[in-house]
């Protein structure tokens, strides 16, 4: 029997994002993907949405069709339809999305299941989005001058694009369906990996250590990192939006899987060892659970 799954979410222009450097059609797709990964979070595919949009005096029709554009974009990839909505006047941009998906009863995966022994692991790689943000923030004088020089992102394409156009990891959802893997515990990565894995770890009555070491990081994140003199540690821990998943599932079910698809973190414990980060040296410290704080 399918079971049928549900997210709904609401982006607030100035909250969530910033119209200087995130063109209308990026946003509708962003805005459709970020749902569409909360599915994902469930081991759920996606086959419905609606749209409700509030939009201020100072969008133009063309904006919105862009806005709609990339909504349609994103719909097409992830393989739902867009089946209602409302348009209504607004103080700022406001999208609200709602996503309809659905599972098998015996495939839903829920963030309660991690048992110690199991592998924390995540696809994908930590801290990108949070750098592209970085990028966008601090050229945001160049794109609100439009008369200047725009600014050339070219060395931070990947991860500006991370930031921008974030994808849904429903191709992993496939891939652990056609292993005949199903994790034990999964969340996506919207407010940074230390705060999801407090959220896995304490609905599953588990500990977790996370080894600073295997934190998978793009070269362009910790160039970035580098460059505002950040940690790129920090980065990967504390950056929000990378919309990858975190899962946890028992070596020998890890073993079916394909290795380039997905990252060891570190590993389900006893729930008396706490939420702990291991360090290079052999040393533990507790992780702290502060997420992405959004501009």
């Known amino acids: 029997e399918d079971h049928t799954v549900l997210t709904k979410d609401v982006l607030i222009e100035g909250v969530h994002f910033d119209r200087t450097f995130m ?9 459709l993907a970020v749902n569409v990964s909360d599915i994902a979070a469930m081991n759920a595919q996606p086959r ?7 939009a201020p005096n100072n969008v133009s029709v063309e904006q919105i069709e862009a806005l709609y554009l990339g909504l349609r974009d994103a ?5 739902l339809a867009i089946i209602g909505g409302d348009i209504t006047a607004s103080q700022a941009l406001t999208l609200g999305i709602t996503v309809l998906g659905e599972a098998d009863e015996d495939a839903v995966v829920y963030r309660s299941g991690a048992q110690p022994g199991d592998l924390l692991c995540v696809t994908g790689d930590l801290g990108s989005a949070y750098a592209g943000l970085k990028v966008l923030l601090d050229e945001k004088g160049a794109f609100v001058d439009l008369d200047g020089p725009q600014p050339d992102l ?12 974030p994808l849904a990891r429903l ?10 893997v199903r994790p034990t515990a999964l969340i996506d990565l919207s407010d940074g990996l230390a705060s999801e894995v407090h959220h896995l ?20 994140t910790v160039r970035v990192a580098e ?3 950040e940690a790129p540690d920090a980065c990967a821990l504390y950056g929000g939006e990378d919309y990858e998943l975190l899962f946890t599932l028992p070596e020998a079910k890890a073993a079916k899987l394909d290795a380039t698809t997905f990252a060891v973190l570190g590993r389900v414990t006893a729930p008396e060892d706490g939420i702990v980060v291991q360090l290079p040296d052999g040393g533990t410290m507790p992780l702290q659970a502060s997420g992405f704080r959004h501009f």
């Open 23 to 31: 063109p209308m059609r990026y946003l509708g797709f962003k805005a």
């Open 48 to 54: 419905y949405a609606t749209v409700a949009l509030g």
């Open 75 to 79: 719909a097409g990839r992830y393989g």
């Open 154 to 165: 070219s060395e931070y394409d990947y991860v500006v694009q991370r930031q921008l156009f």
């Open 171 to 180: 191709d992993a959802v496939r891939a652990w369906a056609d292993a005949g």
């Open 201 to 220: 770890a304490k609905a599953s009555g588990v500990g977790m250590a996370v080894e600073v070491g295997l934190l998978p990081m793009h070269a362009q």
């Open 227 to 229: 460059r505002f003199d």
